[in-house]
Protein backbone atom coordinates (compact mmCIF):
# COMPACT_ATOMS: atom_id res chain seq x y z
CA UNK A 1 0.00 0.00 0.00
CA UNK A 2 1.22 3.59 -0.78
CA UNK A 3 2.60 6.13 1.50
CA UNK A 4 -0.66 8.11 1.20
CA UNK A 5 -2.96 5.18 2.67
CA UNK A 6 -0.33 5.27 5.53
CA UNK A 7 -0.83 9.04 5.75
CA UNK A 8 -4.87 8.92 5.99
CA UNK A 9 -4.72 6.39 8.62
CA UNK A 10 -3.27 8.68 10.98
CA UNK A 11 -5.77 9.92 13.85
CA UNK A 12 -5.85 13.35 13.25
CA UNK A 13 -7.08 14.20 16.79
CA UNK A 14 -3.58 13.14 18.39
CA UNK A 15 -1.57 14.47 15.58
CA UNK A 16 -2.93 17.68 16.02
CA UNK A 17 -2.72 17.23 20.06
CA UNK A 18 0.76 15.58 20.08
CA UNK A 19 2.48 17.21 16.84
CA UNK A 20 0.26 20.73 16.28
CA UNK A 21 0.00 21.44 20.46
CA UNK A 22 -3.93 21.62 20.01
CA UNK A 23 -3.92 20.37 23.41
CA UNK A 24 -7.15 21.60 24.69
CA UNK A 25 -10.73 20.87 23.82
CA UNK A 26 -12.99 23.57 23.78
CA UNK A 27 -15.92 21.81 25.58
CA UNK A 28 -18.38 25.16 25.51
CA UNK A 29 -18.09 24.36 21.58
CA UNK A 30 -17.72 21.15 21.20
CA UNK A 31 -20.39 18.75 20.18
CA UNK A 32 -19.87 14.40 20.66
CA UNK A 33 -19.53 14.43 16.96
CA UNK A 34 -17.81 17.79 16.05
CA UNK A 35 -15.04 18.52 18.58
CA UNK A 36 -13.18 21.56 18.58
CA UNK A 37 -9.72 22.12 19.55
CA UNK A 38 -7.45 24.66 20.24
CA UNK A 39 -3.99 25.67 20.37
CA UNK A 40 -3.53 27.53 23.76
CA UNK A 41 -0.16 28.96 22.47
CA UNK A 42 -1.71 30.45 19.22
CA UNK A 43 -4.93 30.54 20.04
CA UNK A 44 -5.49 28.68 16.82
CA UNK A 45 -8.91 26.51 16.64
CA UNK A 46 -10.33 24.25 14.35
CA UNK A 47 -13.39 22.10 14.45
CA UNK A 48 -13.21 18.07 13.59
CA UNK A 49 -15.69 15.76 11.93
CA UNK A 50 -15.40 11.65 10.86
CA UNK A 51 -15.71 11.62 7.82
CA UNK A 52 -17.38 8.12 6.85
CA UNK A 53 -16.98 8.43 3.32
CA UNK A 54 -13.36 8.60 3.04
CA UNK A 55 -12.68 7.18 6.45
CA UNK A 56 -10.75 9.80 8.34
CA UNK A 57 -11.11 12.58 10.55
CA UNK A 58 -11.08 15.92 8.49
CA UNK A 59 -10.96 19.57 9.79
CA UNK A 60 -11.64 22.97 8.92
CA UNK A 61 -10.20 26.15 10.41
CA UNK A 62 -12.47 28.77 12.88
CA UNK A 63 -10.97 31.66 11.82
CA UNK A 64 -12.55 32.56 8.11
CA UNK A 65 -10.00 34.62 7.06
CA UNK A 66 -7.94 31.61 6.24
CA UNK A 67 -11.00 29.53 4.30
CA UNK A 68 -7.90 27.13 2.44
CA UNK A 69 -7.30 25.83 5.76
CA UNK A 70 -9.13 22.40 5.80
CA UNK A 71 -8.89 18.86 5.12
CA UNK A 72 -7.10 15.97 5.70
CA UNK A 73 -3.98 15.20 8.26
CA UNK A 74 -1.61 16.03 5.27
CA UNK A 75 -3.42 19.49 4.80
CA UNK A 76 -3.30 19.86 8.36
CA UNK A 77 0.48 18.96 8.78
CA UNK A 78 2.02 21.51 5.61
CA UNK A 79 -0.25 24.39 7.15
CA UNK A 80 1.82 24.63 9.76
CA UNK A 81 5.15 23.23 8.57
CA UNK A 82 8.00 24.50 10.85
CA UNK A 83 5.48 25.54 13.99
CA UNK A 84 3.84 28.09 12.00
CA UNK A 85 -0.18 28.93 10.78
CA UNK A 86 0.65 29.85 6.89
CA UNK A 87 -2.13 32.20 5.98
CA UNK A 88 -1.60 31.52 2.13
CA UNK A 89 -0.77 28.07 2.17
CA UNK A 90 -0.31 26.66 -1.40
CA UNK A 91 0.34 22.46 -0.93
CA UNK A 92 -0.33 21.30 -4.15
CA UNK A 93 1.32 23.96 -6.15
CA UNK A 94 4.26 24.72 -3.90
CA UNK A 95 5.95 21.04 -4.86
CA UNK A 96 8.87 21.69 -2.83
CA UNK A 97 6.58 21.79 0.74
CA UNK A 98 4.18 18.90 -0.85
CA UNK A 99 7.40 16.94 -0.96
CA UNK A 100 8.41 17.77 2.30
CA UNK A 101 5.35 17.09 3.54
CA UNK A 102 5.66 13.65 2.48
CA UNK A 103 9.72 13.55 3.52
CA UNK A 104 7.82 14.27 7.30
CA UNK A 105 5.39 11.48 7.04
CA UNK A 106 8.02 8.84 6.05
CA UNK A 107 9.75 9.47 9.63
CA UNK A 108 6.92 10.00 11.70
CA UNK A 109 5.31 6.75 10.12
CA UNK A 110 9.09 4.89 10.69
CA UNK A 111 8.93 4.09 6.96
CA UNK A 112 12.91 2.66 6.23
CA UNK A 113 13.51 1.73 2.83
CA UNK A 114 10.11 1.36 1.58
CA UNK A 115 9.19 -0.70 4.60
CA UNK A 116 6.75 0.49 7.24
CA UNK A 117 4.86 -0.66 10.64
CA UNK A 118 1.69 -0.04 8.69
CA UNK A 119 -1.48 2.39 9.43
CA UNK A 120 -1.04 3.48 12.84
CA UNK A 121 -4.57 3.62 13.07
CA UNK A 122 -7.64 5.89 14.52
CA UNK A 123 -8.00 5.46 17.76
CA UNK A 124 -11.73 4.43 18.80
CA UNK A 125 -11.69 6.68 22.23
CA UNK A 126 -14.26 9.29 22.15
CA UNK A 127 -12.66 12.92 21.59
CA UNK A 128 -13.18 13.58 25.39
CA UNK A 129 -11.18 10.97 26.76
CA UNK A 130 -8.34 11.90 24.65
CA UNK A 131 -7.88 14.52 26.82
CA UNK A 132 -7.05 15.02 30.36
CA UNK A 133 -9.96 17.09 32.52
CA UNK A 134 -9.06 20.74 32.29
CA UNK A 135 -8.80 20.03 28.37
CA UNK A 136 -4.93 19.97 29.01
CA UNK A 137 -2.90 16.81 28.35
CA UNK A 138 0.66 16.21 30.67
CA UNK A 139 3.65 17.43 28.69
CA UNK A 140 6.31 14.57 27.73
CA UNK A 141 9.67 14.41 29.35
CA UNK A 142 11.11 16.35 26.23
CA UNK A 143 8.78 18.81 25.96
CA UNK A 144 8.65 19.37 29.96
CA UNK A 145 13.18 19.62 29.77
CA UNK A 146 13.24 22.36 27.46
CA UNK A 147 9.69 23.93 28.69
CA UNK A 148 11.89 26.38 31.56
CA UNK A 149 15.01 28.33 30.44
CA UNK A 150 16.50 27.70 33.67
CA UNK A 151 17.61 24.28 31.31
CA UNK A 152 19.48 26.35 29.23
CA UNK A 153 22.49 28.07 29.06
CA UNK A 154 24.45 30.11 26.82
CA UNK A 155 25.97 28.70 23.62
CA UNK A 156 29.86 28.11 24.07
CA UNK A 157 32.23 25.86 21.49
CA UNK A 158 30.46 22.50 22.80
CA UNK A 159 26.30 23.01 22.63
CA UNK A 160 26.04 24.28 19.59
CA UNK A 161 26.47 21.64 17.32
CA UNK A 162 23.03 21.63 15.90
CA UNK A 163 23.35 24.77 14.59
CA UNK A 164 26.76 24.56 13.18
CA UNK A 165 26.37 20.90 11.76
CA UNK A 166 22.50 21.06 10.70
CA UNK A 167 22.23 24.37 9.79
CA UNK A 168 25.48 25.50 8.62
CA UNK A 169 26.39 28.38 10.39
CA UNK A 170 29.21 29.15 11.85
CA UNK A 171 30.35 29.93 15.20
CA UNK A 172 31.84 33.37 14.18
CA UNK A 173 27.80 33.90 13.33
CA UNK A 174 26.69 32.79 16.24
CA UNK A 175 28.87 34.82 18.93
CA UNK A 176 28.32 37.84 16.70
CA UNK A 177 28.14 41.12 19.08
CA UNK A 178 24.86 41.34 16.94
CA UNK A 179 23.12 37.87 18.46
CA UNK A 180 25.01 37.60 21.91
CA UNK A 181 22.79 36.61 24.42
CA UNK A 182 19.86 36.51 22.32
CA UNK A 183 20.27 32.49 21.80
CA UNK A 184 20.61 29.68 24.45
CA UNK A 185 20.97 25.88 24.46
CA UNK A 186 21.15 22.68 26.16
CA UNK A 187 22.74 19.04 25.11
CA UNK A 188 20.65 16.02 25.30
CA UNK A 189 21.88 12.82 24.46
CA UNK A 190 19.78 10.12 22.21
CA UNK A 191 17.92 7.71 23.97
CA UNK A 192 18.67 5.19 20.24
CA UNK A 193 22.31 5.93 19.38
CA UNK A 194 23.56 8.52 22.16
CA UNK A 195 24.33 10.61 19.41
CA UNK A 196 24.39 13.96 21.30
CA UNK A 197 21.68 16.42 20.10
CA UNK A 198 20.87 20.78 21.17
CA UNK A 199 18.00 21.95 22.31
CA UNK A 200 18.31 25.73 21.50
CA UNK A 201 16.36 28.79 22.37
CA UNK A 202 15.50 31.83 20.94
CA UNK A 203 14.97 34.62 23.30
CA UNK A 204 11.39 36.41 22.45
CA UNK A 205 10.79 40.06 24.06
CA UNK A 206 8.19 42.82 22.96
CA UNK A 207 9.47 46.25 21.38
CA UNK A 208 10.62 47.73 24.41
CA UNK A 209 13.11 44.75 25.25
CA UNK A 210 10.94 42.75 27.78
CA UNK A 211 11.50 38.98 27.49
CA UNK A 212 8.21 36.72 27.81
CA UNK A 213 8.87 33.62 25.26
CA UNK A 214 11.29 31.48 24.26
CA UNK A 215 11.11 29.46 20.15
CA UNK A 216 12.94 26.19 20.78
CA UNK A 217 14.16 23.82 18.68
CA UNK A 218 14.29 20.90 20.56
CA UNK A 219 15.32 17.63 20.24
CA UNK A 220 12.21 14.62 19.93
CA UNK A 221 13.37 11.21 21.37
CA UNK A 222 9.67 9.06 19.16
CA UNK A 223 11.58 10.97 15.71
CA UNK A 224 15.36 11.06 16.45
CA UNK A 225 15.38 14.97 15.55
CA UNK A 226 14.62 18.67 15.98
CA UNK A 227 11.27 19.91 16.00
CA UNK A 228 10.29 23.44 16.93
CA UNK A 229 8.11 24.70 19.49
CA UNK A 230 6.70 27.94 21.28
CA UNK A 231 6.21 28.87 24.55
CA UNK A 232 5.58 31.70 25.90
CA UNK A 233 4.42 33.40 29.18
CA UNK A 234 0.21 33.13 29.37
CA UNK A 235 0.18 35.43 31.78
CA UNK A 236 0.21 38.32 29.39
CA UNK A 237 -1.77 38.80 25.77
CA UNK A 238 1.52 40.86 25.08
CA UNK A 239 3.55 39.88 21.82
CA UNK A 240 6.60 38.52 21.52
CA UNK A 241 9.15 38.31 18.95
CA UNK A 242 12.89 37.33 18.42
CA UNK A 243 15.12 40.03 16.90
CA UNK A 244 18.35 40.72 17.39
CA UNK A 245 20.29 42.81 19.53
CA UNK A 246 19.88 46.95 18.44
CA UNK A 247 23.24 48.62 17.49
CA UNK A 248 23.81 51.88 18.12
CA UNK A 249 22.44 53.49 14.89
CA UNK A 250 20.76 50.61 13.16
CA UNK A 251 20.04 51.17 9.21
CA UNK A 252 17.23 48.59 8.98
CA UNK A 253 15.05 46.30 9.87
CA UNK A 254 15.27 42.81 8.34
CA UNK A 255 12.43 40.60 8.88
CA UNK A 256 12.76 37.41 8.02
CA UNK A 257 10.32 34.16 8.68
CA UNK A 258 12.47 32.56 11.24
CA UNK A 259 15.26 32.86 13.72
CA UNK A 260 17.43 30.58 11.17
CA UNK A 261 16.67 32.65 8.40
CA UNK A 262 18.13 35.92 9.64
CA UNK A 263 20.96 34.03 11.12
CA UNK A 264 21.63 32.57 7.37
CA UNK A 265 21.26 35.73 5.93
CA UNK A 266 23.37 37.75 8.02
CA UNK A 267 26.02 34.89 7.49
CA UNK A 268 25.92 35.12 3.78
CA UNK A 269 25.85 39.02 3.50
CA UNK A 270 26.98 40.94 6.87
CA UNK A 271 26.13 44.42 6.53
CA UNK A 272 26.74 47.48 9.02
CA UNK A 273 24.32 48.09 11.88
CA UNK A 274 21.25 45.57 10.94
CA UNK A 275 18.64 44.87 13.43
CA UNK A 276 16.97 41.46 11.98
CA UNK A 277 13.60 40.25 13.08
CA UNK A 278 11.62 36.97 13.19
CA UNK A 279 8.39 36.79 12.04
CA UNK A 280 7.68 33.15 13.29
CA UNK A 281 6.92 32.45 10.24
CA UNK A 282 3.54 34.22 9.11
CA UNK A 283 1.94 37.73 9.23
CA UNK A 284 -0.55 39.08 11.43
CA UNK A 285 -1.68 42.83 12.51
CA UNK A 286 0.02 42.66 15.27
CA UNK A 287 3.19 42.01 14.34
CA UNK A 288 3.01 44.53 12.08
CA UNK A 289 2.37 46.64 14.67
CA UNK A 290 5.63 45.49 16.54
CA UNK A 291 7.81 46.24 13.49
CA UNK A 292 6.49 49.75 13.37
CA UNK A 293 6.71 50.37 17.17
CA UNK A 294 10.10 49.17 16.79
CA UNK A 295 11.52 50.98 13.96
CA UNK A 296 10.15 54.61 15.36
CA UNK A 297 11.52 53.61 18.48
CA UNK A 298 15.27 53.24 16.92
CA UNK A 299 14.92 56.07 14.84
CA UNK A 300 14.61 53.76 10.98
CA UNK A 301 13.04 54.16 8.17
CA UNK A 302 14.19 51.27 6.14
CA UNK A 303 12.65 47.88 5.91
CA UNK A 304 13.77 44.90 3.96
CA UNK A 305 12.52 41.55 3.44
CA UNK A 306 14.20 37.96 3.67
CA UNK A 307 10.80 35.98 3.85
CA UNK A 308 10.92 33.00 1.32
CA UNK A 309 11.02 33.17 -2.61
CA UNK A 310 7.77 31.70 -2.81
CA UNK A 311 4.23 32.98 -3.22
CA UNK A 312 3.65 32.48 0.31
CA UNK A 313 6.53 34.95 1.40
CA UNK A 314 5.42 37.57 -1.16
CA UNK A 315 2.09 37.75 0.48
CA UNK A 316 3.53 37.83 3.73
CA UNK A 317 5.61 41.15 2.47
CA UNK A 318 2.52 42.15 0.90
CA UNK A 319 0.39 42.34 4.13
CA UNK A 320 3.52 43.26 6.21
CA UNK A 321 3.72 46.68 4.36
CA UNK A 322 0.18 47.04 3.73
CA UNK A 323 -0.05 47.06 7.47
CA UNK A 324 2.37 49.71 7.59
CA UNK A 325 1.60 51.92 5.25
CA UNK A 326 -2.02 52.15 6.90
CA UNK A 327 -0.74 52.40 10.11
CA UNK A 328 1.22 55.30 9.54
CA UNK A 329 0.81 58.85 9.50
CA UNK A 330 0.52 59.13 5.59
CA UNK A 331 -2.97 60.61 4.62
CA UNK A 332 -3.56 58.32 2.37
CA UNK A 333 -5.12 54.32 2.53
CA UNK A 334 -3.44 50.65 1.07
CA UNK A 335 -6.39 48.72 -0.10
CA UNK A 336 -5.55 45.17 -1.51
CA UNK A 337 -8.06 42.77 -3.80
CA UNK A 338 -7.51 39.40 -4.76
CA UNK A 339 -9.42 37.61 -7.29
CA UNK A 340 -9.22 34.65 -9.85
CA UNK A 341 -5.76 35.79 -11.92
CA UNK A 342 -5.55 39.29 -10.39
CA UNK A 343 -4.31 41.20 -7.40
CA UNK A 344 -5.64 44.96 -7.54
CA UNK A 345 -3.82 47.34 -5.53
CA UNK A 346 -6.27 50.23 -4.82
CA UNK A 347 -4.32 53.56 -3.09
CA UNK A 348 -6.89 56.31 -2.08
CA UNK A 349 -5.39 59.88 -2.60
CA UNK A 350 -8.43 61.61 -2.18
CA UNK A 351 -8.07 65.39 -2.48
CA UNK A 352 -4.28 65.63 -1.57
CA UNK A 353 -2.54 69.23 -3.31
CA UNK A 354 -0.07 66.89 -5.12
CA UNK A 355 -2.18 64.35 -5.83
CA UNK A 356 -1.22 64.67 -9.52
CA UNK A 357 2.78 64.85 -8.94
CA UNK A 358 2.47 61.80 -6.50
CA UNK A 359 0.50 59.54 -9.64
CA UNK A 360 3.24 60.82 -12.48
CA UNK A 361 6.12 59.53 -9.81
CA UNK A 362 4.12 56.44 -9.18
CA UNK A 363 3.69 55.32 -12.90
CA UNK A 364 7.53 56.35 -13.50
CA UNK A 365 8.64 54.11 -10.61
CA UNK A 366 6.60 51.11 -11.86
CA UNK A 367 7.94 51.37 -15.67
CA UNK A 368 10.24 49.18 -16.39
CA UNK A 369 11.71 45.47 -15.04
CA UNK A 370 8.02 44.43 -15.00
CA UNK A 371 6.61 42.70 -18.06
CA UNK A 372 3.34 45.33 -19.62
CA UNK A 373 1.29 42.48 -19.65
CA UNK A 374 1.55 41.23 -15.81
CA UNK A 375 1.23 44.88 -14.43
CA UNK A 376 -1.19 47.87 -15.10
CA UNK A 377 -1.88 51.22 -13.64
CA UNK A 378 -4.43 53.42 -14.02
CA UNK A 379 -5.35 56.62 -12.50
CA UNK A 380 -8.58 57.78 -11.32
CA UNK A 381 -10.00 61.49 -10.26
CA UNK A 382 -9.09 60.10 -6.07
CA UNK A 383 -7.17 56.98 -6.82
CA UNK A 384 -4.65 54.40 -8.48
CA UNK A 385 -5.37 51.13 -9.42
CA UNK A 386 -2.36 48.61 -9.58
CA UNK A 387 -3.16 45.04 -11.44
CA UNK A 388 -0.95 42.39 -11.43
CA UNK A 389 -1.95 39.46 -12.88
CA UNK A 390 -1.32 36.63 -10.63
CA UNK A 391 -1.27 33.22 -13.29
CA UNK A 392 2.54 33.42 -13.79
CA UNK A 393 4.27 33.16 -9.94
CA UNK A 394 7.64 34.18 -11.09
CA UNK A 395 6.14 37.40 -12.70
CA UNK A 396 3.11 37.57 -9.85
CA UNK A 397 5.98 37.90 -7.41
CA UNK A 398 8.06 40.67 -9.40
CA UNK A 399 5.18 42.54 -9.73
CA UNK A 400 4.40 42.63 -5.89
CA UNK A 401 7.79 43.85 -5.42
CA UNK A 402 8.24 46.65 -7.58
CA UNK A 403 4.34 48.16 -6.80
CA UNK A 404 5.53 47.59 -2.38
CA UNK A 405 8.66 49.47 -3.51
CA UNK A 406 6.99 52.12 -5.30
CA UNK A 407 4.30 52.85 -2.80
CA UNK A 408 5.76 52.75 0.24
CA UNK A 409 7.70 55.72 0.37
CA UNK A 410 4.63 57.44 0.53
CA UNK A 411 4.34 55.69 3.85
CA UNK A 412 7.65 57.33 5.12
CA UNK A 413 9.05 53.73 4.93
CA UNK A 414 11.41 52.31 2.16
CA UNK A 415 10.17 48.65 1.42
CA UNK A 416 13.08 46.63 -0.36
CA UNK A 417 13.38 42.65 -0.49
CA UNK A 418 16.51 40.54 -0.77
CA UNK A 419 15.66 37.16 -1.69
CA UNK A 420 17.56 34.00 -2.04
CA UNK A 421 18.28 32.88 -5.56
CA UNK A 422 19.30 29.41 -5.32
CA UNK A 423 17.09 27.90 -2.21
CA UNK A 424 13.36 28.66 -1.49
CA UNK A 425 14.50 29.89 2.15
CA UNK A 426 17.94 31.51 3.40
CA UNK A 427 19.43 28.47 5.30
CA UNK A 428 18.44 26.32 2.00
CA UNK A 429 21.02 29.08 0.45
CA UNK A 430 23.26 28.79 2.54
CA UNK A 431 23.48 25.20 2.29
CA UNK A 432 23.90 25.20 -1.04
CA UNK A 433 27.22 27.05 -0.49
CA UNK A 434 28.37 24.67 1.89
CA UNK A 435 31.45 23.31 0.77
CA UNK A 436 32.97 27.11 0.58
CA UNK A 437 31.98 27.60 3.76
CA UNK A 438 33.97 24.45 5.19
CA UNK A 439 36.62 26.26 3.64
CA UNK A 440 36.29 29.27 5.77
CA UNK A 441 35.39 27.39 8.76
CA UNK A 442 38.95 25.61 8.69
CA UNK A 443 40.18 29.28 9.78
CA UNK A 444 36.92 30.39 12.10
CA UNK A 445 37.62 30.97 15.49
CA UNK A 446 35.85 29.26 18.25
CA UNK A 447 32.57 30.60 20.14
CA UNK A 448 32.34 31.39 23.43
CA UNK A 449 35.06 33.49 25.93
Known sequence: MDLKYHIEGIDLRTFARDWGGYTQLDRSRSTASRPVLVNPITKDSIRLKWSEKKNRWEYWNNNPSIPDDHGSVFNFYVHRKDGNLRPFPFPYQDKALYAAGFEFFKDYLGISNGITKGPIGHSTKKTSELFQEGTTRKRSASESRVRYSRTLVPLTEK??????????LL??????????????????KSSKNDHVFTNVAFLRKD??????????????????????LFLDDKRTDELYLWYSNIPENPHAIIYGESEIDCLSHYQLHPSEDPLYLSLNGGYSPEKTKFIHELAR???IDTIKSITDNDRAGHYIDLETAKGLFNGSE???????RKETHKLTFKLIIGGHPDKDRIQERLSNRLVGGVPSDTIQ????????????RTDMEEKEKMAIQ??????????????TFHKPTFGK???EELKRGRRNLKKKEGHDTDIGP
Open 207 to 228: PRGHKGGITVHYYRKDLDKNQK
Open 297 to 299: SNG
Open 159 to 168: NIDYLKNERN
Open 425 to 427: DWN
Open 330 to 336: APFVLET
Open 402 to 415: RTLESIMPLSGYNF
Open 171 to 188: PSTLNNDLFRDTILSSRV
Open 377 to 388: LANAKDASFIAI
